[in-house]
């Protein structure tokens, strides 16, 4: 049973360091974005698994789902502002 | 190592590397949006090394946890400031990379 | 940044990523058992979860500092808000059916769901921060089905919203000083339950409007862009 548990503990912290790393080197935008999101949920397991789920409400309700909303916007704002700047270049 | 593989420790310790690759992403990505991400990554890592820490002894600890709330939240707004900055950069400069770092320079 | 830049970074990440590991693993036992200080004194402090009583009694300071934090970087937002949003160009938006139904349905069992985590704080897991992320999380939700406006500025009653939660928390962290000149944030023993409750709805709404504000403030609300 300890093994069992310390497998998921090792696998749950990869899986958190592995997503970590996408969501910053990623190429699109979005992806990184959406893998953000992922580590977010993941790191709301992790408070689940260190009692306390007072955090885990918080981190994902706030941290993966509010702040995921407000970067989705920002990539959505970015993609705008350059579809107008390809508009104008366009016409020119 | 003088303590025991608790799940507290083992995801003390991912907490600290995870705020090693904020760092590193912080510094070496130059879009204003992958820093935002890598900060909110180093917070992240942070508040698991905070509970985790305050967990090693066994039983779970309500002080670091109530920190971290206050923390998730702050992480947040600041993360809403941040990206209202660097809208209202790319609106005065059109681009969202600073000045030392613009590729079209 | 440069590839010999970059990989230095990376190298110097990792050798600090290693010393922290380093550190974490050298730590000494623990000096001061917080808990069990936490335990001994939970029921003078009105309610039965340790994180709640942790929050809102012992810490009461910091939490009631954090709210005048957020309302700080909401201002910070507002001041950052483009000009062109007040003049709003209204354009073709689609209807959006099966999202506008969706929210009709689930907004009010969200706001009945944050009222539960607002209630059961006191014994649960729960309280003002989570009720006030449901409550958030409903009216962006309202947004994106279009349903709820973006917001160049807030009006009077939003910001009497705002300003509510940080007020009850001063007002009821500062009446017992100014009545007996004791300390703040002393609540009466026997009013520190209902007290605690009553500060923990106004933090609800104003944590509420400030979090969904935040992503309101920063939307585009579907603008052309005239540049």
């Known amino acids: 049973m300890q093994t069992a548990t310390l497998a998921f503990d090792l696998l749950l912290s990869a899986a958190l360091i592995w997503s970590a790393i996408r969501a910053i080197t990623v190429a699109d935008l979005f992806r990184a974005v959406v893998m953000f999101i992922v580590f977010g949920l993941l790191v709301a397991l992790v408070w689940a698994r260190l009692d306390a789920p007072d955090i885990a409400l918080a981190e994902a309700a706030i941290g993966a789902g509010l702040t995921g909303a407000l970067l989705l916007d920002a990539v959505g704002h970015l993609r705008a502002i350059q579809l107008v700047r390809e508009k104008k270049e366009g016409r020119r | ?105 | ?227």
């Open chain 3, 1 to 227: 940044m440069t590839a010999m830049r970059a990989l230095l970074v990376i190298l110097l990440c990792s050798a600090f990523g290693a010393a922290l590991v380093y550190a974490i693993l050298q730590l000494p036992p623990q000096a001061v058992d917080l808990p069990q200080q936490v335990s001994a004194n939970i029921d003078e402090s009105g309610v039965a979860h340790p994180v709640t009583a942790v929050l809102l009694n012992f810490r009461g300071y910091d939490t009631m500092l954090e709210v005048a934090v957020l309302l700080l970087a909401l201002l910070g937002v507002l001041a950052g808000t483009s000009v062109e949003k007040r003049r709003r160009a209204a354009g073709e938006r689609p209807t959006l059916p099966l999202l506008r139904g969706f929210t009709r349905l689930i907004v009010p069992l969200m706001v009945l769901v944050a009222g539960y985590l607002l209630w059961a704080g006191s014994s649960m897991p729960g309280g003002a921060f989570q009720a006030g992320a449901v409550v958030a999380g409903a009216g962006v939700l309202l947004h994106l089905a279009r349903l709820l406006p973006a917001w160049a500025t807030p009006n009077l009653m939003q910001r009497w919203g705002l300003a509510i939660g940080f007020l009850v928390f001063l007002a009821f962290a500062a009446l017992p000083a100014l009545q007996d000149g004791s300390t703040m944030l002393q609540y009466p023993l026997a009013w520190a339950g209902a007290l605690i409750l009553l500060i923990e709805a106004g933090l609800t709404l104003s944590l509420g409007l400030l979090l969904a504000g935040l992503f309101l403030c920063l939307s585009d609300d579907g603008m052309e862009f005239e540049k």
């Open chain 2, 1 to 105: 190592m003088t303590l025991t593989l608790t799940p507290s420790l083992v995801y003390a310790l991912t907490g600290a590397l995870l705020f090693a690759i904020g760092v590193a992403g912080l510094i070496v990505r130059t879009h204003l949006l992958r820093k935002i991400l890598a900060f909110n990554v180093m917070g992240s890592g942070a508040f698991m090394v905070l509970v985790g820490l305050g967990q090693r002894a066994g039983i779970s600890d309500p002080v670091p946890q109530a920190m971290v709330l206050t923390g998730i939240v702050v992480a947040v707004a600041a993360t809403a400031l941040a990206l209202a900055l660097s809208r209202h950069l790319l609106l005065l400069t059109g681009n969202m990379h600073l000045p030392e770092n613009d590729p079209d320079a």
